[in-house]
């Protein structure tokens, strides 16, 4: 189990060492990214139209953070990642439409999103719920986009530090820890049903 | 005498509690998972405990899906209010929201626009039961999404008990690492379409150490099922099998699995 140290922006080189299981922590800038913010960025793409952001040069993170305001500035006091398999079906369009990309979230992703993950991106996973905590790694709330979205499903733009530790649930190469752990989980499934 | 200004600031504290001191039921049932694992499965339950202490001293959320804010209340007939109960609950949570804070999770269902405040047709939801007494008791439970999301509900025939026990650990399959494992299961059986459902809901409201025999082997099953701390494999796919059952007609069996993550928040208070 490597330990890899990210600083966004992740060249590709990067993003093809990582393997299944790796522990990564992450400084630079994170952007926050859930369905209404995917459906937006895919709309943008498909016009042509530049983001605001530029996927390649920053992680994106399913995360609706808690925010506050305090003397004009933002300041995020929860952070955790949300359920990434709401993202399955929009993320294969981003991907694409951009270069490389990595994301972090919670939960896992389809087989659809992993074989777009394919030499150009990697999935990793923060613990689901440690919202409190990964705040901690959150120096500072550089900005918002899409605001109009409302709080959740805007898109925040953190200036993280050793954000972690995260896993690499699914690799540049198609490696997937999650199917692992499906096959894991339907094989002990089908033993509990034929015991009395 | 309760007055209006008891049921708001009631409101308001329980969700702070909520959000920030989790139950210690929940507490040692992680802290017990922390002890049997190892690898990453130990390392993901190590930071759930951090994250729990880190709340709770910094006050802030421990999750920052804040949830869906639910209220129920117990109504002794002997206590007489003279003020709208529901219109206090409805300004007790749009205060949460602003004092706690709480993250604006309430949106239309179509247009998914947000209010902001956490209040909208039907939300809060709130749940009033009229029992003995000169008391009201008030409990908050937010519930979030990625479990609520995964949740499930199946019309068994009358002849199909033996497949009750199939149903729940199937749901648990299905839902693998979604609900931000280890999870609290939550059942209703009988009962109706939507009291089944409510029944699952209230069960979560029960201390995690109070399983049954029926209860305890279930959760046995589905921690058989490798799942883990946030669905990457371990021995903790579940902390409780929570299971509360409700008379039902003849002809149906109603069978609802609620699952909860091991945010299992709710905080109650009694005035009088």
């Given amino acids: ?196 | 005498m309760v007055t209006r200004d008891d049921v708001i600031e009631t409101v308001v504290s329980l969700f702070k509690k909520a959000h920030t001191e989790l139950p210690d039921d929940v507490i040692n049932g992680l802290r017990k998972a922390y002890e049997r694992e190892d690898g990453v499965a130990k390392s993901i339950l190590k930071a759930l405990l951090d994250n729990i202490d880190a709340s709770r001293t910094l006050k802030v959320p421990m999750c920052q899906d804040t949830g869906i804010p639910i209220v129920f209340i117990e109504l002794g007939r002997d206590l007489c209010i003279n003020f709208d109960l529901k219109d206090a609950i409805i300004e007790g949570v749009k205060r949460a929201t602003k004092e706690v804070p709480l993250r604006p999770n309430a949106v239309h269902p179509i247009t998914r626009k947000n209010p902001g405040t956490n209040v909208g047709l039907h939300i809060p939801q709130i749940d009033i039961d009229l029992v003995e007494g000169d008391r009201m008791k008030i409990t908050v439970m937010p519930k979030g999404a990625g479990s609520e999301n995964v949740s499930s509900l199946k019309m068994l025939l009358p002849s199909e008990v033996s497949k009750i026990e199939r149903f729940i650990i199937e749901a648990v399959k299905n839902a693998r690492g979604k609900p931000c494992p280890p999870i609290i299961v939550g059942v209703g059986i009988g009962s109706t379409f939507d009291g089944s459902a409510k029944l699952a809901k209230k069960a979560l409201l029960r201390n995690i150490d109070s399983m049954n025999e029926f209860e305890l082997n279930v959760l046995e099953k589905i921690n058989s099922l490798g799942i883990g701390p946030s669905g990457l494999g371990g021995k903790t796919t579940a902390l409780a099998v929570l299971a509360e059952m409700g008379y039902c007609h003849t002809a149906s069996l109603p069978v609802a699995v609620n699952i909860q993550c091991w945010a299992n928040r709710r905080a109650s208070a009694v005035l009088r």
């Fill in chain 1, 1 to 196: 189990m490597t330990e890899h140290r990210l600083r966004t922006p992740v060249e590709r080189e990067e993003i093809l060492r990582m393997d299944a299981g790796d522990v990564v922590y992450i400084s630079g800038t994170m952007v926050t990214a859930r369905d209404e913010a995917h459906i937006r960025m895919i709309e943008y793409l498909e016009r042509g139209e530049e983001l605001p952001f530029r996927v390649e040069d920053v992680v994106i993170y399913h995360c609706g953070p808690i925010i506050v305001e305090e003397n004009g500035r933002y300041r995020a006091i929860s952070a955790g990642p949300t359920t990434s398999a709401r993202m399955n079906p929009l993320t294969p369009e981003v991907l694409e439409k951009v270069d490389r990309m990595v994301m972090v979230g919670k939960g896992g992703m389809n087989e659809d999103v992993v074989r777009a993950l394919k030499n150009k991106g990697v999935y990793l996973a923060y613990t689901g719920g440690a919202g409190a905590l990964a705040a901690q790694a959150i120096k500072e709330v550089q900005g918002v986009y899409w605001e109009d979205l409302g709080m959740p499903e805007a898109v925040w733009v953190f200036e993280v530090e050793d954000f972690g530790p995260c896993i690499v649930g699914i690799d540049a190469r198609g490696n997937s820890l999650y199917r692992e752990v499906e096959k894991t989980v339907e094989e002990n499934f089908k033993l509990i049903l034929s015991q009395p």
